[in-house]
């Protein structure tokens, strides 16, 4: 009798800001309503080549999380005080998918974050997600000095699962990390709402509904 084959995919790797987090887009509005600043605002900050420079050294871990603050306050014409944690006060857990996480590692599929960080300190974005619990493997961008779309990023965190890219899903809501991955070839999952993301991801890791 033949065997049934086992499972398609090993490894499974979750971006933080806005898979495992509410949606970026939504979190955004939230912040520029709170700020009335008018709608745009943040994004049109974070295409400025100011604002990814900030950015890019922020996750590098070349500047602190006060700094950023600051230079992203004066970019978008905010006040800078504990700017991170007033942006990202909506970044609520993606429960849906944090459950297909907890269920894939429980299947015996090797789970990890790959984020590219945003600081620690003073506002701790993963406070309250207990990700070193839940996960086999964080990778946090400035503990490393890489962060994505470096390929270097995406062979750290497979060299730590222990799985091949092949046989690794890869969730994020950025096409430009999707791509990067795939080009590894990693399977690309785009997340941008939540539900959908997880009953993608069950479907793609052959596990059952709960």
């Known amino acids: 009798m033949a065997m ?47 604002g990814q420079e900030l950015f890019r050294r922020l996750e590098l871990g ?50 990890a974050v790959l984020s590219n960080s945003l600081g620690r300190e003073p506002y701790d974005p993963y406070a ?3 990700l070193r619990g839940t996960f086999d493997e964080v990778v946090l961008s400035a503990e490393h000095g890489i962060r994505k779309p470096d390929p270097a ?17 890869f969730v994020d809501d950025g096409e430009d990390n999707l791509a990067a991955a795939h080009r590894l070839g990693m399977k690309p999952l785009l997340a941008l709402d939540e539900r959908v993301a997880a009953r993608r991801l069950r479907e793609m890791l052959g596990l059952p509904d709960l």
């Not at 992203?72 to 970044?91: E, F």
């Not at 297909?100 to 590692?105: I, L, P």
């Open 4 to 50: 049934s084959p086992g499972p398609r995919y090993s490894g499974v790797v979750f971006d933080f800001f806005g898979v495992l987090t509410w949606n970026m887009v939504e979190v955004i509005s939230a912040f520029e309503d709170r700020e009335k600043v008018a709608r745009g605002t943040f994004l049109r900050g974070w295409a400025d080549p100011r």
């Open 62 to 111: 070349l500047i602190t999380q006060t700094e950023w603050n600051e230079g992203y306050g004066a970019l978008i014409g905010v006040v800078p005080h504990d700017l991170m944690a007033r942006y990202l006060h909506d970044a609520f857990p993606a429960h849906e998918v944090l459950k297909v996480a907890r269920q894939a590692r429980s299947a015996g599929i090797r789970t």
């Open 128 to 130: 309250g997600f207990d």
């Open 153 to 169: 990023a995406f062979r750290l965190v497979l060299d730590k699962l222990g799985v091949s890219a092949e046989g690794c899903v």
